[in-house]
DNA sequence: GGATTGTGTTAAGAGTTTTTTAACACTTTT
DNA sequence: AAAAGTGTTAAAAAACTCTTAACACAATCC
């Protein structure tokens, strides 16, 4: 089975974005699509392998959003737009834009330079979690809130991605204990409530206004969004 | 010492030509031209890391270049033309072109495309790694830190040829295994850290002052940048 | 050939970090 | 108010790592 590349399409008029779903369709990839910023970073979760993104857009202007998705995760952006001022594209490309097209764009052009960008783009696709404000890399085992860096143990940094995997739904302590530790003999209850507070103690030290855990009674624990 | 980039300049008016060379150069290129494109074939060899193509050249047609150059290597090319027919443009695409920049252009728009498409190109080739006062040549099995050459053995130079590698993400135990160890049964543990502990000590003593190979408890190890 | 040098592995003890346990205070539910 | 469940802390226990040293083996050099 051949893995289809994704593309994320990040625009607020609706004919372009449409129009722009049936083109990459038809050129053979997986299309997903935004109609603004903020909505585009909650999408950026999944397997993204580039982005198109509209300058105009509602909310956030381009220069955030196209800061905030690299920070994510380094996928190519093809920014699209009407502007030709030069300041405006010196400065995206400064931002880690990877190519400008001006609106209009001719449709086999904008096919042509997404070749492009997906063939450079040899990244092997980490899976990154972004929540909130925090980051947790599965593959280089990072993890930072707030910007910052925190060190979290194995079973720690095990107990947080399955939370984070399962975003605003309750993970059971049967589900973690079956999942964090290998053992028969599961640990005792004590135990996960010693490694939540000090996953909780380490998040407030690095964002003090911010909760994240949220305990279920007798349940298990969620990740709130 | 720092490898400077090469760039390969296929223009046929002399001015033009020239303007490019110096633009490059004061933004830090090792810098080649061309007048022609049968003259760029011939300089076209394997240092250089980028071609920026003009289209309008005596004798062969841009179409026939741009494919004997990709035969050569595979490097991206930049192509400049006042030419803005969207045939020509799609027909370069097709033919292996990185970009198309319409003449006349903004030469900080030119330097920002450089640079994204040079970024693009570095995983595959550069045979040395630099990161901080650590050179480690891949080809010629060389390492020197602080200046000064240090003495790997083959297995030590493996680890931290994987290491610096991943820079700044945690490499697994397992994954060195893999990959340093070609036999089913891989060695022990210990093993491992005995080599860590080696490598660590020879970094040492060429640099007393620098910390480069951290501990990831029950995980493994990581290149710190 | 025999000595020398360098490499790779294993073992052992010291050292470090993580995990668990236990105790007690606290919160929620009934 | 009692019962059940949770949060936090400190200390013990377990797991893991680091270093040193020893040994086997291979390549190199008189």
């Known amino acids: ?28 990839y997986d299309v997903k699509y935004a109609y603004s910023g903020t909505e585009a970073l909650l999408i950026h979760n999944d397997k993204i392998d580039l982005i198109i993104l509209d300058l105009m857009l ?7 959003i196209i800061k905030e998705l690299k920070d994510i995760k380094d996928v190519p952006v093809i920014v699209t737009s009407a502007i030709t001022d030069m300041d405006t594209k010196l400065d995206l490309f400064k931002l880690g834009a990877n190519d400008y097209v001006t609106k209009p764009f001719n449709n086999d052009e904008l096919l042509a330079r997404i070749k492009v960008h997906l063939k450079n783009n040899t990244n092997s696709d980490s ?13 280089g085992f990072k993890v930072s809130c707030n910007g910052k860096d925190i060190n979290l143990s194995k079973i720690e940094f095990e107990i947080l991605k399955l939370l ?20 028969v003999d599961s640990a005792d209850e004590n135990t996960l409530n010693v490694h939540i507070s000090k996953i909780r103690n380490k998040l407030k030290k690095a964002n003090p206004s911010e909760e994240y855990i949220e305990t279920i009674w007798s349940i298990g624990y969620k990740f709130k969004n």
């Not at 974005?17 to 049936?22: G, H």
């Open 1 to 28: 089975m051949v893995k289809l590349k994704n593309i994320l399409i990040v625009e607020d008029d609706k004919d372009i974005n449409e129009m722009l779903q049936e083109l990459l369709k038809q050129a053979g």
């Open 58 to 64: 509602p909310g956030k202007s381009g220069e955030e």
């Open 127 to 139: 899976s990154i979690l972004k929540i909130k404000d925090i980051l947790l890399d599965s593959n």
């Open 164 to 183: 984070m995997q399962n975003c605003n739904q309750v993970v059971t302590k049967s589900v973690l204990f079956d999942k964090v530790w290998d053992t």
